[in-house]
């Protein structure tokens, strides 16, 4: 399943990580659509309500578009289908955070929106998901896979070509509600899911679909000239992910620090912040009471091998104090 985000860039710069090929070949931005990056806020930890970044082609918004041609909007996450009835959308009654891959030509709620062509691309930087730990819940982070050191924000001669993280890319539908007494029709999505991969399964038995390089997000979009069932073969488990254990400060949605994906060791804590008196207290408790050791809990980072020195958990290290400096005071405004 897929109940969390983090997605921290500037809406700027999602529109440069999501540069594609037009269907002359041409390197293209998608802009956003108009109004909606001020809608958008960048954040280490959404939770369904909240707005995110999607992708989508649009032909949904401008008729005399190319279905090939792509789009960026702000969406709700939690699908609100057209025909739902109440004046406030948190009414609704069912969870369409996220939608089975299986079941999704048999309930009316997703196989409108699915033959109807409305399919959009979520993105983050990555998810989270949870498992039990020494009896308590173990939050995960879980992205693509950062291999190449080129791609942590480095500065080039072509400053519109983006040498950032690579963002996650999840397969979703969306939906437009309008409020039965007037005002601004709501745009919302639902995110797939399928069956966890061998990767995954031992975190969680569904994951979200993600759809992995551009000739895949292409055709996914392109609801013009790809069917829906050709685009259904689109989603499906895939291996190319990493992972790694994240503190549970991500456990509440209000946090929204860097500290939520920032990679830790299992079996490690922190030392907690004592008064003065405290401290000589639990200092006596420590020279009076035999030592124990910690296990030596391995930290799950990749799903491919990868040396210690290039795996993605420490390019995220090193992303997150890039990201940390004075550069992302600027770009970022957290709500």
């Given at each position: 399943?897929?109940?969390?985000?983090?997605?921290?860039?500037?809406?700027?710069?999602?529109?440069?990580?999501?540069?594609?090929?037009?269907?002359?070949?041409?390197?293209?931005?998608?802009?956003?659509?108009?109004?909606?990056s001020d809608?958008?806020?960048?954040?280490?930890?959404?939770?369904?309500q909240?707005?995110?970044?999607?992708?989508?082609?649009?032909?949904?918004?401008?008729?005399?578009?190319?279905?090939?041609?792509?789009?960026?909007?702000?969406?709700?996450?939690?699908?609100i289908p057209?025909?739902?009835?109440?004046?406030?959308p948190?009414?609704?009654?069912?969870?369409?955070?996220?939608?089975?891959?299986?079941?999704?030509?048999?309930?009316?709620?997703?196989?409108?929106?699915?033959?109807?062509?409305?399919?959009?691309?979520?993105?983050?930087?990555?998810?989270?998901?949870?498992?039990?730990?020494?009896?308590?819940?173990q939050?995960?982070?879980?992205?693509?896979p950062?291999?190449?050191?080129?791609k942590?924000?480095?500065?080039?001669?072509?400053?519109?070509?983006?040498?950032?993280?690579?963002?996650?890319?999840?397969?979703?539908?969306?939906?437009?509600?309008?409020?039965?007494?007037?005002?601004?029709?709501?745009?919302?999505?639902?995110?797939?899911?399928?069956?966890?991969?061998?990767?995954?399964?031992w975190?969680?038995?569904?994951?979200?679909?993600?759809?992995d390089?551009?000739?895949a997000?292409?055709?996914?979009?392109?609801?013009?000239?790809?069917?829906?069932?050709?685009?259904?073969q689109?989603?499906?488990?895939i291996e190319?992910?990493?992972?790694h254990?994240?503190a549970?400060?991500?456990n509440?949605?209000?946090?929204?620090?860097?500290?939520?994906?920032?990679?830790?060791?299992?079996?490690?804590?922190?030392?907690?912040?004592?008064?003065?008196?405290?401290?000589?207290?639990?200092?006596?408790?420590?020279?009076?009471?035999?030592?124990?050791?910690?296990?030596?809990?391995?930290?799950?980072?990749?799903?491919?091998?990868?040396?210690?020195?290039?795996?993605?958990?420490?390019?995220?290290?090193?992303?997150?104090?890039?990201?940390?400096?004075?550069?992302m005071?600027?770009?970022?405004?957290?709500?």
């Open positions: 399943m897929c109940g969390r985000t983090a997605c921290t860039l500037a809406p700027a710069d999602i529109s440069k990580a999501c540069a594609y090929r037009d269907n002359q070949g041409r390197r293209k931005k998608p802009e956003w659509r108009n109004g909606d809608k958008y806020k960048p954040s280490y930890n959404k939770s369904p909240s707005n995110s970044p999607v992708l989508l082609s649009r032909k949904h918004f401008e008729k005399d578009a190319d279905t090939s041609e792509q789009i960026i909007a702000s969406m709700r996450w939690g699908l057209s025909w739902f009835s109440e004046r406030d948190s009414k609704m009654q069912y969870n369409t955070t996220n939608c089975r891959s299986d079941t999704i030509m048999e309930k009316t709620l997703y196989k409108a929106s699915l033959l109807k062509g409305k399919r959009c691309v979520i993105l983050a930087d990555g998810f989270y998901e949870w498992k039990r730990h020494n009896g308590e819940k939050p995960y982070y879980i992205y693509f950062q291999t190449k050191e080129e942590m924000s480095e500065k080039t001669a072509d400053s519109s070509e983006w040498k950032g993280w690579r963002l996650l890319t999840m397969a979703g539908l969306f939906e437009c509600w309008e409020p039965p007494d007037g005002g601004d029709p709501l745009y919302s999505y639902t995110v797939i899911t399928v069956n966890a991969s061998k990767c995954m399964n975190l969680h038995d569904r994951m979200p679909a993600i759809l390089g551009d000739e997000i292409q055709k996914w979009l392109n609801f013009g000239e790809v069917s829906t069932q050709e685009a259904l689109l989603i499906h488990p190319n992910i990493a992972f254990p994240v549970t400060i991500v509440n949605s209000r946090n929204n620090t860097p500290e939520c994906i920032e990679p830790i060791k299992l079996g490690v804590k922190k030392e907690p912040t004592l008064s003065a008196s405290s401290k000589r207290m639990f200092e006596w408790l420590k020279s009076k009471s035999p030592k124990k050791e910690e296990p030596d809990t391995p930290c799950l980072q990749s799903c491919s091998a990868e040396s210690p020195k290039k795996t993605s958990a420490g390019l995220m290290r090193q992303w997150l104090k890039t990201e940390e400096g004075a550069c005071e600027k770009r970022l405004k957290f709500n």
